[in-house]
């Protein structure tokens, strides 16, 4: 499974390996060592349509654009959602 990391981080603990401790080893253990980006948000629940017409959407709390609640990822933004926002 592959894992989202934080560009910044990953170059940041490349260039943190001592001077003449430069191995691929050394570079792959450093990534490793990297905790996972994962972008994860929630729904917020919102009616939209008419009253003869209604139906629940979902906003994504994180990029505001809609999906609908069931949906796992935001179709917009490609964050996880864990659920609703209360
Ligand atoms: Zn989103």
Redesign the pocket.
């Known amino acids: 499974m592959s894992d989202l990391i934080n560009r910044e981080e990953a170059i940041k603990a490349i260039m943190d390996i001592p001077d003449g401790n430069w191995t691929s080893e050394k570079y792959a253990d450093a990534i490793k060592e990297l905790p996972t980006a994962e972008r994860t ?1 929630k729904w917020i629940f919102n009616l939209k349509g008419s009253l003869s017409n209604m139906r629940i959407v979902g906003l ?1 709390n ?4 809609h ?1 609908f609640p069931q949906m796992k990822y ?1 179709p ?4 996880r959602m864990k659920g609703e926002v209360k």
Do not use: D
Not at 62 to 65: F, L, M, N, Q, R
Not at 76 to 79: I, K, M, Q, T
């Open positions: 948000g994504c994180k990029c505001g654009e999906g935001c917009s933004c490609g964050a």
